[in-house]
């Protein structure tokens, strides 16, 4: 049977990710520090942390991104370091997100939270120590320019901080009992979700040496693709079954928290998804079959059940 554009995508992508302990416990120069027993505690955790697979919904949109752009030609080393350190920022923003202090959430990707396995210190200090390592990951990616890193690394690190996850995580959390109006709770979607996403495509655009024009449109996609994965997120909270999620379910309700479900109601929320999908996939009409992996991607991100 041929495989399906994403069926391919999602091929190359557990090829770049596996092993993903190794990324950041089996690097030789932290063997020092390990051998002499100091922190055996903390690489045991971070190995708990990346054992367990999400969707690898970022990775996707990164190699998703570079094939858009061109069919060859990209480094798999340098493609494999990139969606690692995404990767790896991701499941940082995981850790702190179910932390008590953030929403008190005992599961995640199926397995106890975390805090829950070891202990609260610990997960703090996991997810500094991954977010740290995920910017060393691109310094010493191969096969790419050091033009190149740093725009990698800043849009990273933008994405991941004040203007992007980290600034729409603190929204989300001040807006507790409160009402936020659509444009609040859109704005922060796109922060705390919408920003990584974005910078997933922007990082395998430019690893794949794509024009700005190509930049400008993988951008837009991003940009309705990852309000829409928010938007979905919250419906699947409050539709979705435990087992097939992996994490708590009617997690938003429970802490009072507003979301589009709460704003627009079950069925307002859908067709805003569907609606966001279809502004989504109008952004990669200037490219062809090659961005049928991202095509692809956005359909089931929209109808996902997990
Ligand atoms: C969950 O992200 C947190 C949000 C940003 C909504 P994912 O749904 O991508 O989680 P994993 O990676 O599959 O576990
Ligand atoms: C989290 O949003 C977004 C992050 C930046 C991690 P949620 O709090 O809704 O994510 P889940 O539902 O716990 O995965
Ligand atoms: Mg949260
Ligand atoms: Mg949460
Ligand atoms: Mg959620």
Redo the contacts with the bound molecule.
Sequence with gaps: MTKSPLQRLYQEVSAHLTSMQEATTNDPGMLDSYTDGSTAGLRVACNYALSAEGKRVRPLLLLGSARAVTSQGVSSAALSAVSRAIEIV?IY??I???LPA??D?DM?RGKPSLHKAFDEATAILVGDGLQARAFELIADAPDISAEQKVRMVKILARAAGIRG?VG??YT?IQAVDSDLGLEALQRMHMM??GA?IQASLALGGIAANASDEQLEALDKYGQHIGLAF?VV??I??VESDEATLG??KG??AAANKPTYVTLLGLNGAKSEARRLLAMSLIELDSFGESADGLRDLARYLVKRDR
Excluded: E, P
Aim: no cysteine; hydrophobic share 20%; charged share 50%.
């Design positions: 991701h923003s995981l702190h997100d179910d953030m929403d959430d995640r996850m729409g995580q989300d705390k979700t990584l928010q997120d919250d699947l909270d994490k708590t997690k938003d």
